[in-house]
């Protein structure tokens, strides 16, 4: 159940920066791969937290641990690389 919170964290961090990306200057008219850029490194930390978060306190060890990490970071980032994927292609 944890897991399942946690990779919807990464889902609510993804819509977060897909809503504010265009309202930052930052996004110079591009605000999906500014999202996408910026979601990956930040979903990363986050799921490395969650990683060693299992191994500090929870007692797992990194081996056990290990596939967990790809799960909470690999969904919510293959999510938003096929949003940048599709939106990318309708704009060309």
């Known amino acids: 159940m944890h897991t399942i919170k946690v990779i919807g964290l ?3 961090l993804l819509g ?3 809503f504010l990306a265009p309202r930052l ?3 110079a008219g591009r605000p999906i791969p500014f999202a996408i850029r910026l ?3 930040l979903w990363f930390m986050g799921a490395l937290v969650n990683l060693w978060i299992g191994v500090a306190r929870a ?3 990194v081996r056990e641990e290990a596939p967990i990490f ?5 969904i919510p ?16």
């Open 10 to 12: 990464g889902f609510a």
């Open 25 to 27: 200057s930052a996004a």
């Open 39 to 41: 979601f990956l490194p």
């Open 77 to 92: 980032a293959a999510a938003g690389l096929l949003i940048l994927w599709l939106t990318s292609r309708i704009v060309r």
């Open 16 to 18: 977060l920066l897909l």
């Open 70 to 74: 790809l799960l909470v970071f690999g």
């Open 59 to 61: 007692g797992y060890t």
